[in-house]
């Protein structure tokens, strides 16, 4: 039963921050429920065994007419994507706390909201209810980005709305594709893993649940609803989008698509490889040139998740640990980021970075908070960043000493644009209006030594992370392994 | 003692966090005496290793902390290894680096950037160190790249100048392009040996044939790790930028240590390079024309510092050099003298640019010597031990180095010979623009010259005197010494010496090398001294002309340009063509067409956007709650 509790406890949350309609103690109110979600996981990752598989089950039959059963449960992966999602909604609450946005019962509603949705994603073992989850989680964030963000939002908003959801229709018919053929016409997931269906079929099908992930992502060539998404979006809708939401598409590849269509992956893989890796050269460059500092960021990630994606696409352990661990840091950089940007764009009042220079002498404690932010986004040792590029990149090693090579350029690229953008923002003169920048204070600090302390803490000591995640990947890549190779698939 | 290793780094990192925390209310004298107190614990901590190391049987110790990285069979410990190796390395960086720590207490005094200043200068001495002790690549590469942060941050200390950041950023990328390559050999090296601690990885390399492609590949990747950390050819550019950073830090991070980790790296994994000839050979090479262009580059250079960096990047290939003709303990060697002799000229720089009022222009000074007599007394030491008279250090290492070349190749010693006649030249070229003749800056600057306060004469005094009689550690044979460090490095090395065997040079052939090379030397600087001190001849104004050699040489080669519009241009041109070409209008412009056919056919769903969210939220919330009951009573 604490499945339920974790997924309809920010449910419930919602209904009562609505109610504030608008008052503005409705971020505090998000604020405290948010910590209830996230002391609650604290007491199930307590209870966790990383060895014992997929545990906290709840499975009662549910929309049985469809086939469909509330079967969802938490192992090693599940419940990293767990933790991410309920230590980051505090933590965007809170960053949001110097905005004073209008209607914020609905705002900070909508975020609990989608929380929801999100824990469903990440533990649904139903495919109907997975994909009800994918959508409970997408409609809010639309509306957080299409009412509360810049002025081009609404353009925007439908292009991202209206290709996500394309996306998660062509998922839809794959899934209910995968449902016609078990034999009782249900949603099971492990139902979907036992069969075998034909190399023509599978691939189909891998095509079909890879649209949703790589739009997700997003994977290039499927990406240009990001950047501006990203950029238009108020805050809190970006670090939603890139701290937790684009893990429902790498998660629902490791989980919805791999093993699902192991002979799908085995013929796409590759090609799936590819993109992400040219995603990662190809964002890269293009965030060289950016002046925006928001769309800069937003082209980084495409980067990162690249490499997230690369790394999954390989499939061996090294490659899939190291996704897992990177997804956890991703979330919390880009998150640091964003948040980092938005200080500086609600103080300049401008995103454009040529418009900028010399904060680092104005406010000290936001220079160095920035500095090590940044300093996990280009992986360097002892920040979080590495343990996940260390390990991504020698995953992809192990399939292929290019793609790894290829890939690698990450680490030069990304330190030139990252430190390209430090050095205009925070080095050289001040400029008129950076002259009284004022340093962090109150819930900005709290917020900015929290995710610096997380971040050298998963560097220096990143074992008991990957422990949780061990046992599940490892099953996860045998089973697939063997499903490839031919062998039984009953042992999963 | 030796179990106490792990204090080494610490020291230093409680450094770092007390002055780093504590900067915005600690006195400057607090700051100055913690920063240089915490690197001299790690000093007599590292002086107790040492002695019990040499009298210790055991020669390799590895000291483990905790479980780095745990992933399947990669398992990464976070530990130590102190060696012969690591043991002398810790000396130097953490001796050293008390020196200079001490000195920036003089140097930075009126700086406002004072206690941070202490507070990076504790954390590169945590990082280098964490580099040397490391007992595996990845913990070594933490070091790696550590060092390479601090550096970025020291070099851009004086950030409000766009030039000064933009040079701390060019390091930074730079070494990460090395960096790149030795992420992939600890690839290639866990993928062939299945452990990246040095301890498993060594055994079993030494039992391999020579000259596989497996060693070479990763012995040219390591390599290229440390072109870029130690500032050779093709990725050297960024180490005279470097001097944009205070004094102190070019002298203990861009001459003393740091750059000289890529040696460090190399002699470590001796055994594999060993195994590798094609890439010595290359190392060989590239070292040498490192040392050459370097050289060629520093004879026309005015800026003080610059004439010093082109001489730490000329001095790092003659390194190299020794590491590709196999004299792994010549080279090491040379690491030590270096680090005693270049440190010492770059402190005495700092100290006569801080006399001049910051500025570095040698056509500017003159005159100097008896306004400074401390600082002259000991940068002509060092410019003698730089330019390889004996008996002092340079001598020594240099001549080891040559010893070998000439075993190797008859070719690589000559040019090296004369590479060395030039290192001589521009050294007493240096001190005499300097030191010599009459003063040649404003009046202004002429009333404030005064010698440097204690705490920077006492380093520049002690690293005189290591100069001097630093290199009678390693005597050779033919001078009737018994070289004690190669004594004492032979753990270290003995398995690459029984491949490649001792050396074949008779006494008499040593005697003419070391004829040659001396003579050479003296030439060289009686012709600075013609020139430049008893003739006055001072560089000419930028605005004059130059002869097309001297051009080509003030301008470096036109290094920088042609990086400039081979690599940098072409990338920014192809980063907005495919932002606006291939994103924007190709991807993009399809995406929307896609997008505009499907909105023309759901126009008829219009009709159900009201435009009040309190409606959607209320449908949203109605339709999950009718779902769950529905689900329920259905069952």
Known sequence: ??????????????????????????????????????????????????????????????????????????????????????????????????????????????????????????????????????EIALIPIYFICAIWGGSNRIKVNIKFFIYTFAGSLIMLLGIIYMAQQTPDKTFDLLGFYQLSLSTSEQSWVFLAFFMAFAIKMPIFPFHTWQPDTYTESPTAGTMLLSGIMLKMGTYGAIRWLIPVAPLGFAQWGQTALTLAVIGIVYASLIAFTQKDIKRLVAYSSIAHVGLIAAGIFVWNLQGLQGAMIQMLNHGLNVFGLFFVLDIIIRRLGTRDMDKMGGIAKMAPKFSITFLIILLGTVALPLTNGFIGEFLLLMGLYNYNIWASAIAGLTIILGAVYMLRMYQRIMFGPSADNTLTFADIAGTEKVVLFVVCALILFIGVYPKPLLAISETSTRELIDFVNGKIAGGSPTNY | MINLVWLIPLFPLIGFLINGLGRSFLPKGAVGFIGSLTVFLSFAVSLGIFFELNGSVTKSFTIQLFDWIQVGNLSIPFSFQVDPLSSLMLLIVTGIGFLIHVYSIGYMHHDTGFAKFFSYLNLFVFFMLLLVLGSNYVVMFIGWEGVGLCSYLLIGFWFS???????????????????????????????????????????????????????????????????????????????????????????????????????????????????????????????????????????????????????????????????????????????????????????????????????????????????????????????????????????????????????????????????????????????????????????????????????????????????????????????????????????????????????????????????????AAVVASFIAYLRYARNNHVPVPDTAERTAFANVSYNKFYIDEIYDALITKPLNILSGFFYRIVDKTFIDGFVNGLGRATAEAGKGLRLLQTGNIGFYIFIMIAGIVALLVYGFYNI
């Open chain 1, 1 to 134: 039963m604490e499945i339920l509790l974790l997924i309809f406890l920010p449910l419930a949350g919602a209904i009562i921050v609505s109610l504030f309609g608008k008052h503005q103690q409705a971020k505090t109110a998000a604020f405290i429920w948010s910590l209830l979600s996230l002391g609650f996981t604290g007491y199930l990752l307590d209870g966790f065994d990383p060895a014992a598989g997929t545990q906290f089950t709840v499975d009662f039959p549910w929309l049985l007419s469809l086939g469909s059963r509330f079967n969802a449960g938490i192992d090693g992966i599940s419940m990293l994507l767990v933790l991410l999602t309920n230590a980051l909604v505090p933590l965007i609450i809170l960053a949001s706390f110097s905005h004073n946005y209008k209607s914020p019962g609905a705002f900070y509603g909508l975020i609990l909201f989608m929380q929801s949705g999100l824990l469903l994603v990440f533990t649904a073992l139903d495919a109907f209810l997975f994909y009800v989850g994918w």
């Open chain 2, 161 to 519: 100048n766009p030039a000064y950041a933009s040079a701390a950023k060019k390091a930074f990328v730079m070494n990460r392009i090395g960096d790149l390559g030795f992420l992939i050999a600890i690839f290639l090296i866990f993928n062939t040996f299945n452990s990246v601690e040095f301890a498993k990885v060594f055994p079993q390399a030494a039992s391999l044939t020579a000259g596989s492609d497996v060693i070479t590949l990763i012995t040219i990747l390591l390599f290229v790790g440390a072109t870029g950390k130690s500032a050779q050819i093709p990725l050297f550019t960024w180490l005279p930028d470097a001097m944009a950073g205070p004094t102190p830090v070019s002298a203990l991070i861009h001459a003393a240590t740091m750059v000289t980790a890529g040696i460090y790296m190399i002699a470590r994994s001796n055994i594999l390079f060993t195994l590798a000839p094609f890439t010595l050979d290359i190392i060989a090479v590239v070292g040498l024309a490192t040392a050459i262009l370097a050289a060629l580059i520093a004879i026309t250079q005015t800026d003080i510092k610059k004439v010093l960096a082109y001489s730490t990047v000329s001095q790092l290939g003659y390194m190299f050099l020794g590491l590709g003709v196999g004299a792994y303990t010549g080279a090491f060697f040379h690491v030590i003298t270096h680090a005693f002799f270049k440190a010492l000229l770059f402190l005495g720089a700092g100290s006569v640019i801080h006399a001049v009022s910051n500025e570095q222009d040698m056509r500017s000074m003159g005159g100097l010597k008896s306004k400074l007599p401390v600082t002259f007394y000991t940068m002509l030491m060092g410019t003698i031990a730089i330019s390889g008279l004996p008996p002092f250090s340079g001598f020594f290492s240099k001549d080891e180095i040559l010893a070998h070349a000439y075993e190797h190749s008859k070719l690589l010693w000559l040019i090296g010979v004369i590479g060395a006649m030039f290192t001589a030249f521009y050294m007493f070229r240096m001190l005499f623009l300097t030191f010599f003749g009459k003063f040649r800056g404003t009046t202004e600057q002429q009333a404030h010259l005064h010698e440097s306060p204690a705490s920077m004469t006492f380093p520049l005094i002690v690293l005189a005197v290591l100069s001097i009689i630093g290199g009678f550690i390693g005597v050779p044979e033919a001078l009737h010494g018994n070289h004690w460090l190669a004594g004492f490095l032979e753990p270290v090395f003995s398995a690459s010496e029984q491949r490649t065997g001792a050396s074949h040079l008779d006494h008499s052939t040593e005697y003419i090398l070391m004829t040659v090379s001396v003579i």
